[in-house]
Each structure stands twice: as structure tokens, then as C-alpha cells.
């Protein structure tokens, strides 16, 4: 049940006020997999869920959507908020990654609990177009770029 957890880039209605989030951007329990467009994005999803990933425990963006929550996300922050990002988050993985909205890819979020279920997702990901792997875990995060 998804009330257990609240998903790293969540902007829809039935997701918490970013307003209402931690200050500091630090998930765990979750796999980022980037993967070269929406199409790919629903194949993977599909091959998460024939992996056992019920559908409650995936999710899956759009570059154009990631890019559009992302300015919402900002204009919503208030300047304390912003130097606290600006202190905490990682520049270069969040450059990367709106890099990779700006080119039009698209992004799948996996709820995996423990590194054993990333694995298993990352298995079930390995014949689909992935760009690239981050996952975090309960002792950090790990991230696998694809050639």
C-alpha cells in the first residue's frame, strides 16, 4: 500500500504538498531507472510488473512532465528552502537528470524496499533501452550509468 511511503517525485493530487516534503531530498527504498522515451517507459513497466512489481509500486514521468514538476516544485519553494536545496542536493546528478527531461527520455520509479527487489528490477529492465540506474537504499545510493 503506497500509504506507507511517499514517492520521491510525487505531484499529483493524491501526493503531499511539496511544501509539506522533507527539506533534505533523501529516498530510500526506491530504483530510478532512466530509459530513452515514453514507449520504453511503459514496455519497462510492464516488465517490472511480470518481475512481481505490483503497479501501486511503480511509476513512470515523462521528460516534458519531469521538467513542468520541477518548475512547479521551485516556484513553490520559499527562500529558505532554496538554500537548503542548494546546500544538500546533488547538482550534478539533478543536472543529469534534467538533462536527460530535456532530451526527451523518460523516467520509471520503483518502489524496492531492499537491494535484493533493485536487483530483481534491474534483471527484469536489462533487454529495455535503460539509460541509466540510481538506486537508494537503506545504506545509500548507488548509481550505474549504461554505455
Request: avoid cysteine; aromatic fraction near 10%.
Amino acid at each position: 500500500m503506497t500509504d506507507d511511503w511517499v514517492w520521491p517525485w510525487g505531484m499529483t493530487e493524491a501526493d503531499p504538498d511539496p511544501a509539506s516534503r522533507p527539506w533534505v531530498f533523501n529516498p530510500r527504498g526506491f530504483l530510478l531507472v532512466v530509459v530513452a522515451d515514453a514507449a520504453e517507459a511503459e514496455r519497462a513497466a510492464v516488465a517490472i510488473e511480470e518481475a512481481g512489481f505490483p503497479p501501486a509500486h511503480h511509476r513512470t514521468y515523462t521528460g516534458e512532465q519531469v521538467l513542468e514538476d520541477r518548475a512547479r516544485f521551485v516556484a513553490q519553494q520559499g527562500i529558505a528552502r532554496r538554500l537548503v536545496e542548494t546546500v544538500t542536493i546533488d547538482t550534478e546528478v539533478l543536472d543529469l537528470l534534467i538533462d536527460y527531461a530535456r532530451a526527451g527520455r523518460a523516467f520509471l520509479w520503483v518502489r524496492a524496499p531492499e537491494r535484493d527487489d533493485a536487483n530483481r528490477a534491474i534483471r527484469a529492465l536489462s533487454t529495455h533501452d535503460a539509460l541509466y540506474f540510481r538506486y537508494y537504499g537503506n545504506d545509500g545510493v548507488e548509481e550505474i550509468r549504461m554505455p
